[in-house]
Each structure stands twice: as structure tokens, then as C-alpha cells.
């Protein structure tokens, strides 16, 4: 069960079950009540973080830069409940289906952009968003929070999703932790970190501040 909730972000029963819900336009095939959609935490690391009770500081509102929007399934939540929400995405196929996300959020900024390159959309994104959310499920997941840290306000979060086999399937995911740990360590101070494995097998969630 989630500690805090952001404003914006309630609990709803849908078919019985009591789940986590936002207010907006339904997106992935997610079951609705009236204005509200399930958001469905096997499909979101974020929606797991906030379901295993993670603290991640949201209060809704929030400006947030999110990296690896793929075709919008959690970042459309996020528009939901939050201020601007820039969403960068490098593959040409799901930005497609990101920007019709983005006909009905009006505070939702699809961005077509490699996020180990902020260069090329450090003139679109505002300086000192609040929080960072990171899901690139790619190899070098703590170069590419390091890399991004310069668009995040010193009081801001970093809502990070490791995924252990993105960096290296040989290795025993406690071991890539670690190591991922000790290279945000650089620039950020990890204030929390839960394994997701309830949602997402060799997941680790962590939440950290500059
Ligand atoms: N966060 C999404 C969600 O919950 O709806 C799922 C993201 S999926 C696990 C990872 C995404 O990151 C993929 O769509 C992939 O194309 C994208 N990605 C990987 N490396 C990237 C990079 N360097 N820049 C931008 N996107 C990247």
C-alpha cells in the first residue's frame, strides 16, 4: 500500500479491486471509473514505487522531466496529476502514439531526444524542474541521471528504475546495484532504494536528491 499519495492520485476500486487511479483520458486499455484510470503498477515502475510505499517526495504539481517515455503508459499518468511534463523519447515508433497521448494533456511535451545527449534539449526544458523520473531500461542507467542532473533544482528528486539486465545479464543484479549505487553517488545522495520484484523482476526503485 502507498504511504503518500501526490494530490491528484487516489485509490479507486475498479472491478472489486482497490488500485491506484489518475484523472485523465484512458491510454493503454486501463480499466476507468467515470474520470478516473487504473494505473496499473505491473506496467509502470513508478506506479510499483508508489505502490510498494516508496516515498517519493510527489506532491502533483511538480514540473518533471521524464526520461524514457516509450509510447506514454506512465508518463501519461504523470501529466495527469503533474505541472509540465517533458518526455524524452529516442525511438521514432512509440513517439507516435506519445504525441496522440499528448492531444489530451495539454501540459504533456513529447520530445523525440536520446537522453545521454541533454545537449540537444537543454533548450526546450526549463531549468530546475522538480523531480526527474528515469526509465531507460538501457546500458548505463546512472551516466544517463548523472548527465541530466543539470536540469534538476537542488531541492529536486530523482525517481530512478535500475534494471539490473539492461546493464549486464550476466551478472547477479545485487552486484549491478551496487554499482549503479556508487556511480550516483557522484552527484546525487540516495535517500531510498526498494527492489520492485513484487511488479518487475530485477527492478530497483531508487528515490534521490542532488
Ligand atoms: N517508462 C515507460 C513506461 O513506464 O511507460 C517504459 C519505458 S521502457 C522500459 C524504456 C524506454 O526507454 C524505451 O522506450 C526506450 O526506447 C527508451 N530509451 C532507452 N534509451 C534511451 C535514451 N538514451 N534516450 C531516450 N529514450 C531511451
Same mark, same amino acid.
Given at each position: 500500500?502507498?504511504?503518500?499519495?501526490?494530490?491528484? #492520485? $487516489?485509490?479507486? !476500486?475498479?472491478?472489486?479491486? @482497490?488500485? *491506484?487511479? %489518475?484523472?485523465?483520458?484512458?491510454?493503454?486499455?486501463? +480499466?476507468?471509473?467515470?474520470?478516473?484510470?487504473?494505473?496499473?503498477?505491473?506496467?509502470?515502475?513508478?506506479?510499483?514505487?508508489?505502490?510498494?510505499?516508496?516515498?517519493?517526495?510527489?506532491?502533483?504539481?511538480?514540473?518533471?522531466?521524464?526520461?524514457?517515455?516509450?509510447?506514454?503508459?506512465?508518463?501519461?499518468?504523470?501529466?495527469?496529476?503533474?505541472?509540465?511534463?517533458?518526455? #524524452? $523519447?529516442?525511438? !521514432?515508433?512509440?513517439?507516435? @502514439?506519445? *504525441?496522440? %497521448?499528448?492531444?489530451?494533456?495539454?501540459?504533456?511535451? +513529447?520530445?523525440?531526444?536520446?537522453?545521454?545527449?541533454?545537449?540537444?534539449?537543454?533548450?526546450?526544458?526549463?531549468?530546475?524542474?522538480?523531480?526527474?523520473?528515469?526509465?531507460?531500461?538501457?546500458?548505463?542507467?546512472?551516466?544517463?541521471?548523472?548527465?541530466?542532473?543539470?536540469?534538476?533544482?537542488?531541492?529536486?528528486?530523482?525517481?530512478?528504475?535500475?534494471?539490473?539486465?539492461?546493464?549486464?545479464?550476466?551478472?547477479?543484479?545485487?552486484?549491478?546495484?551496487?554499482?549503479?549505487?556508487?556511480?550516483?553517488?557522484?552527484?546525487?545522495?540516495?535517500?531510498?532504494?526498494?527492489?520492485?520484484?513484487?511488479?518487475?523482476?530485477?527492478?530497483?526503485?531508487?528515490?534521490?536528491?542532488?
Amino acid at each position: 500500500m502507498s504511504k503518500q499519495l501526490p494530490a491528484g #492520485v $487516489e485509490r479507486h !476500486a475498479f472491478d472489486g479491486t @482497490d488500485r *491506484l487511479a %489518475t484523472r485523465g483520458e484512458p491510454v493503454y486499455g486501463e +480499466p476507468t471509473d467515470g474520470e478516473w484510470r487504473a494505473w496499473n503498477p505491473h506496467r509502470s515502475k513508478l506506479g510499483a514505487m508508489l505502490e510498494v510505499g516508496m516515498d517519493t517526495g510527489l506532491e502533483g504539481g511538480e514540473t518533471v522531466l521524464y526520461l524514457g517515455a516509450a509510447s506514454g503508459t506512465t508518463v501519461s499518468h504523470v501529466a495527469d496529476f503533474a505541472g509540465p511534463t517533458y518526455a #524524452v $523519447e529516442f525511438a !521514432a515508433r512509440p513517439v507516435r @502514439d506519445l *504525441l496522440e %497521448t499528448a492531444d489530451s494533456r495539454e501540459r504533456l511535451f +513529447p520530445l523525440l531526444k536520446d537522453a545521454r545527449k541533454p545537449a540537444t534539449y537543454a533548450h526546450v526544458v526549463e531549468s530546475d524542474v522538480d523531480v526527474i523520473v528515469q526509465d531507460v531500461a538501457t546500458r548505463g542507467q546512472a551516466r544517463v541521471a548523472l548527465e541530466n542532473r543539470q536540469f534538476l533544482a537542488d531541492d529536486g528528486r530523482l525517481l530512478l528504475a535500475v534494471k539490473a539486465r539492461s546493464e549486464d545479464v550476466t551478472r547477479e543484479p545485487a552486484a549491478v546495484f551496487e554499482d549503479v549505487r556508487e556511480e550516483l553517488s557522484e552527484r546525487y545522495e540516495v535517500l531510498e532504494a526498494r527492489q520492485l520484484e513484487a511488479y518487475h523482476a530485477d527492478h530497483l526503485g531508487i528515490v534521490a536528491q542532488p
